[in-house]
C-alpha cells in the first residue's frame, strides 16, 4: 500500500512539474523579451564615435559577443545581442551578421525561430534588408505588435545611433522569436 501511494505521489508531483515548467515557459519568454526591449530603449541616442561603428559601449558589446574589437563592425546585431544578454539570454556571436542569422532564425537554430509577421510581439526581433545580395542587412526589435501596417522599433546603427523607429511592415524581410536555446 506504501510502494503505491509513493508511487502515486511521484507520478503526480512529476505531472504538476511537468505543467509549471510549461506555462512558466511561455511566461519566461515573455519576461526576457520584455527585458530586453526595456533595456534597448533606454540607450536610445546612444551613439557611435562620428561614422565610424566604434565606440567604448559599441566596442564593449561586441567583446561580450567575444569578437575581436577593432575592427569595428556594423552593430545592430551587437546592439540586439546585448538586449537578450542584459535579458539573461546568451545568443550565438553569429548574431553580428544580420544575413547568417537569417538563416539561423529561417532553421530555427541558435536561439532564434522564424514566425510569422502578423505574429510579432514586443521583443520579437525584425530583420530588413537595406542592400541587394543579402538576406538581411539589418534588425531591429520589435517595441508593440504592428499596427496599421507600421511596427515601432528600436534599433542599433540607425543614423550611427540607437533610435526608436516606425517602420512600415511591408520593409521586414523576416521576424524571429528568441528561444533561448542557443
Keep these: ?29 515573455a519576461s526576457v523579451r520584455a527585458q530586453a526591449v526595456s533595456w534597448a530603449e533606454k540607450q536610445n541616442g546612444l551613439a557611435e564615435a562620428g561614422k ?11 567583446r561580450e559577443m567575444g ?10 546585431g551587437a546592439f540586439v545581442h ?3 544578454r542584459r535579458a539573461g539570454v546568451q545568443l550565438s556571436s553569429r548574431l ?8 539561423d532564425a529561417a532553421a530555427g537554430r541558435n536561439g ?9 510581439q514586443r521583443g520579437d526581433i525584425v ?6 545580395g543579402v538576406l538581411a542587412s539589418h534588425f531591429g526589435i520589435a517595441r508593440a505588435r504592428p499596427s496599421g501596417a507600421k511596427l515601432n522599433t528600436v534599433e542599433g546603427n540607425t543614423s550611427n545611433a540607437v533610435r526608436l523607429e516606425r517602420r512600415g ?14
Design 96 to 103: 553580428i551578421d544580420p544575413h547568417r542569422s537569417y538563416k
Design 1 to 29: 500500500m506504501l510502494a503505491r501511494l509513493t508511487v502515486a505521489l511521484a507520478v503526480l508531483v512529476a505531472g504538476l512539474t511537468i505543467a509549471s515548467s510549461t506555462a512558466g515557459g511561455a511566461s519566461s519568454s
Design 67 to 76: 569578437l575581436r574589437v577593432p575592427p569595428c563592425r556594423v552593430w545592430c
Design 169 to 182: 511592415t511591408k520593409f521586414i524581410v523576416l521576424a524571429a522569436r528568441v528561444t533561448g536555446d542557443a
Design 127 to 132: 530583420f530588413y534588408t537595406f542592400r541587394e
Design 112 to 120: 532564434l525561430r522564424a514566425i510569422p509577421i502578423d505574429k510579432i
Design 52 to 62: 565610424s561603428n566604434c565606440g567604448p559601449q559599441i566596442d564593449r558589446w561586441e
Design 82 to 84: 546585448q538586449a537578450f
